[in-house]
């Protein structure tokens, strides 16, 4: 099982925009690419200013599949450019952690 994590550093004063729209593309994608199961969670311990969003996959093959679908997506690049022009998160504070099961 391989577990994907992507978190950004939300600007201050954007929090609440930051959640709904991290909610709202997360919604997007489970319904639009196959195989994803992608979930938008907040901090509720630590640095507050940080969202993310979590998906499993079977497989590397099948994370590889989906982001491949996702990437492709004209819909998930139009939603990455509305992020950017409402100035919800920091410049270069994505972070991308994968994860692989072992029990």
Do not use: P
Not at 44 to 73: H, K, N, P
Not at 81 to 92: D, I, K, P, W, Y
Request: charged share 25%.
């Amino acid at each position: 099982m391989i577990t994907f994590v992507r978190t950004a550093t939300v600007h201050e004063g954007k929090l609440m925009d930051a959640m709904e729209w991290a909610a709202d593309l997360a919604a997007y994608i489970r319904d639009t690419i196959e195989g994803a199961n992608l979930q938008a969670a907040r901090r509720v311990g630590g640095e507050m200013y940080q969202v993310c969003w979590i998906a499993t996959f079977d497989s590397l093959a099948a994370f590889e599949q989906v982001m491949g679908r996702m990437e492709a997506d004209d819909g998930y690049r139009e939603q990455l450019s509305e992020a950017r022009g409402m100035g919800l998160f920091v410049s270069q504070t994505l972070f991308d952690e994968i994860y692989q099961s072992i029990g």
